[in-house]
């Protein structure tokens, strides 16, 4: 009877140590986390770009106070600069009307007329403006400023655009092997000890390179392709080590207010330097914008994941066994739909709702899971070129069956939260003036993220915190 009980313990033990995602050291469905990264590494340089386009256009100026005022000249200024920032392009029109009636010559005012012009596709008549007023008297800053219009001009008229850009950095996190907080496992339905996690840090590099090509209709339909390749390299826990290939190719086509952006995707991922994912799909993005306030977005993507399964060992005192040696059991199609909200709440403060669900098929029912997620994010621009930008998520995943591995009599359940706050600011805003060219640009970010995960198996309750750091830098040509 003794050696019957030792010989399903060690069973047990054996059965933790190859289940995919409970093995001790690797953190589960490690496939997620190179999209966040590169999603939320994109959203960083919208941010950016959002901040840089911002400038400091001081207190949020009302309509009343320019009614109340009308022949305050750098109140209405200021205000045809924040709606233009809002996208409210109607009312900077009529504002710049009666301030160029009053002032013809002011050169400020004319300036911001051709940047109306320029927002709304008209080039020809924009870079009429902002030649004709070049050769006024002005401050060297607001001349600098028009040159950089002439230059957007410039590219924006050529049909084939390129933009490419490079992140570069590291993080630190907590329990990069996800650990569970309990410090038990369950293998075989028996409960047994776990072992507490392991910080380390990682080397990470996000590089992303696009091509855009008008199709020369006036709409400005285009089509696109874009390649992006993540490396995230941990100093101690290789089994963690990620490397990801992602390319997409579509178009945008403007229907009025309705933007419709249809693509296929391709995704490969390395897990511990050997093959794990290969992923093809199709991809369907709508967005309206219904004002200057509010815009909806909604968004379909079906996806094939084709898993193989890891076999080589990973690094860490704990951790000599293979990686993921059944993770082809996750094998299948993978439905993903999103909805959202973007609410543009002033010219400094973007809020965005999005709610989801997703509906994940495997070769082992117990690899297959639904579930829903919903995800609120803030964007506040800080001037000078700073914003921060926080995000708060959560998820609940139900699997279809219980694990046989793990526990035979219970199928999984996680619920996922997620908090993230990212700080940007520019070198320019950082160090000042006097920057060699190519410098100023380059934009440092910090991020903060906290990621909690419960259920009711205790090999996937865990908790990490995860501190980062990147340097990006964007080139458009």
Same mark, same amino acid.
């Given at each position: 009877?003794?050696?019957?009980?030792?010989?399903?313990?060690?069973?047990?033990?054996?059965?933790?140590?190859?289940?995919?995602?409970?093995?001790?050291?690797?953190?589960?469905?490690?496939?997620?986390?190179?999209?966040?990264?590169?999603?939320?590494?994109?959203?960083?340089?919208?941010?950016?770009?959002?901040?840089?386009?911002?400038?400091?256009?001081?207190?949020e100026v009302r309509f009343d106070q320019v009614l109340a005022d009308p022949d305050d000249v750098p109140l209405n200024l200021r205000y045809?600069?924040?709606?233009?920032?809002?996208?409210?392009?109607?009312?900077?029109?009529?504002?710049?009307?009666?301030?160029?009636?009053?002032?013809?010559?002011?050169?400020?005012?004319?300036?911001?007329?051709?940047?109306?012009?320029?927002?709304?596709?008209?080039?020809?008549?924009?870079?009429?403006?902002?030649?004709?007023?070049?050769?006024?008297?002005?401050?060297?800053?607001?001349?600098?400023?028009?040159?950089?219009?002439?230059?957007?001009?410039?590219?924006?008229?050529?049909?084939?655009?390129?933009?490419?850009?490079?992140?570069?950095?590291?993080?630190?996190?907590?329990?990069?092997?996800?650990?569970?907080?309990?410090?038990?496992?369950?293998?075989?339905?028996?409960?047994?000890?776990?072992?507490?996690?392991?910080?380390d840090l990682a080397v990470l590099g996000i590089g992303t390179f696009e091509v855009r090509h008008d199709l020369g209709y006036q709409a400005?339909?285009?089509?696109?392709?874009?390649?992006?390749?993540?490396?995230?390299?941990?100093?101690?826990?290789?089994?963690?080590?990620?490397?990801?290939?992602?390319?997409?190719?579509?178009?945008?086509?403007?229907?009025?207010?309705?933007?419709?952006?249809?693509?296929?995707?391709?995704?490969?991922?390395?897990?511990?330097?050997?093959?794990?994912?290969?992923?093809?799909?199709?991809?369907?993005?709508?967005?309206?914008?219904?004002?200057?306030?509010?815009?909806?977005?909604?968004?379909?993507?079906?996806?094939?994941?084709?898993?193989?399964?890891v076999t080589r060992f990973g690094s860490g005192k704990q951790n000599q066994t293979s990686t993921a040696p059944l993770a082809d059991e996750?094998?299948?199609?993978?439905? *993903?739909?999103?909805?959202?909200?973007?609410?543009?709440?002033?010219?400094?403060?973007?809020?965005?709702?999005?709610?989801?669900?997703?509906?994940?098929?495997?070769?082992?029912?117990?690899?297959?899971?639904?579930?829903?997620?919903?995800?609120?994010?803030?964007?506040?621009?800080?001037?000078?070129?700073?914003?921060?930008?926080?995000?708060?998520?959560?998820?609940?995943?139900?699997?279809?069956?219980?694990?046989?591995?793990?526990?035979?009599?219970?199928?999984?359940?996680?619920?996922?939260?997620?908090?993230?706050?990212?700080?940007?600011?520019?070198?320019?805003?950082?160090?000042? *003036?006097?920057?060699?060219?190519?410098?100023?640009?380059?934009?440092?970010?910090?991020?903060?993220?906290?990621?909690?995960?419960?259920?009711?198996?205790?090999?996937?309750?865990?908790?990490?915190?995860?501190?980062?750091?990147?340097?990006?830098?964007?080139?458009?040509?």
């Amino acid at each position: 009877m003794m050696t019957k009980w030792w010989n399903l313990l060690a069973a047990a033990v054996l059965a933790a140590h190859a289940a995919p995602g409970a093995a001790q050291g690797l953190q589960p469905n490690p496939e997620r986390e190179p999209a966040r990264e590169v999603e939320a590494e994109r959203d960083a340089r919208e941010a950016a770009r959002a901040a840089g386009e911002k400038g400091d256009l001081g207190p949020e100026v009302r309509f009343d106070q320019v009614l109340a005022d009308p022949d305050d000249v750098p109140l209405n200024l200021r205000y045809v600069e924040q709606r233009i920032r809002a996208g409210d392009l109607r009312a900077a029109a009529a504002t710049l009307e009666r301030v160029l009636a009053v002032e013809p010559d002011n050169a400020r005012a004319r300036l911001l007329y051709g940047l109306v012009l320029l927002r709304l596709d008209n080039l020809a008549e924009a870079e009429r403006e902002l030649l004709a007023i070049r050769p006024l008297p002005m401050p060297d800053s607001l001349r600098a400023e028009i040159d950089g219009y002439l230059k957007q001009i410039e590219q924006r008229r050529r049909l084939t655009r390129y933009t490419a850009s490079l992140s570069l950095g590291g993080h630190f996190d907590t329990n990069r092997d996800a650990a569970p907080r309990s410090h038990t496992r369950r293998a075989l339905g028996i409960t047994g000890t776990a072992d507490h996690g392991q910080d380390d840090l990682a080397v990470l590099g996000i590089g992303t390179f696009e091509v855009r090509h008008d199709l020369g209709y006036q709409a400005k339909h285009d089509v696109f392709g874009r390649a992006t390749l993540l490396v995230d390299e941990q100093i101690r826990l290789s089994q963690q080590d990620l490397k990801a290939l992602f390319l997409e190719a579509g178009g945008s086509f403007r229907l009025e207010n309705l933007l419709l952006i249809p693509s296929v995707n391709y995704t490969q991922l390395e897990l511990n330097r050997q093959d794990y994912l290969y992923a093809g799909g199709l991809k369907l993005r709508a967005e309206r914008r219904l004002d200057s306030f509010v815009q909806l977005q909604a968004e379909g993507q079906m996806q094939y994941q084709d898993f193989d399964a890891v076999t080589r060992f990973g690094s860490g005192k704990q951790n000599q066994t293979s990686t993921a040696p059944l993770a082809d059991e996750q094998s299948g199609y993978r439905l *993903d739909l999103e909805a959202g909200i973007t609410l543009n709440l002033a010219t400094d403060h973007q809020f965005t709702l999005t709610a989801g669900w997703t509906n994940k098929e495997a070769k082992e029912n117990y690899q297959a899971y639904a579930g829903g997620r919903l995800t609120a994010s803030h964007l506040w621009l800080l001037g000078g070129g700073q914003f921060l930008l926080g995000s708060v998520s959560m998820e609940a995943l139900a699997y279809d069956r219980a694990d046989p591995l793990v526990d035979p009599d219970v199928p999984r359940r996680d619920t996922l939260y997620r908090a993230r706050l990212t700080y940007g600011v520019p070198f320019a805003t950082l160090f000042g *003036d006097g920057l060699p060219a190519g410098i100023g640009d380059m934009v440092w970010t910090g991020t903060g993220e906290l990621l909690v995960s419960d259920g009711n198996l205790p090999n996937y309750t865990y908790a990490n915190v995860r501190l980062q750091a990147l340097v990006t830098k964007r080139w458009e040509f």
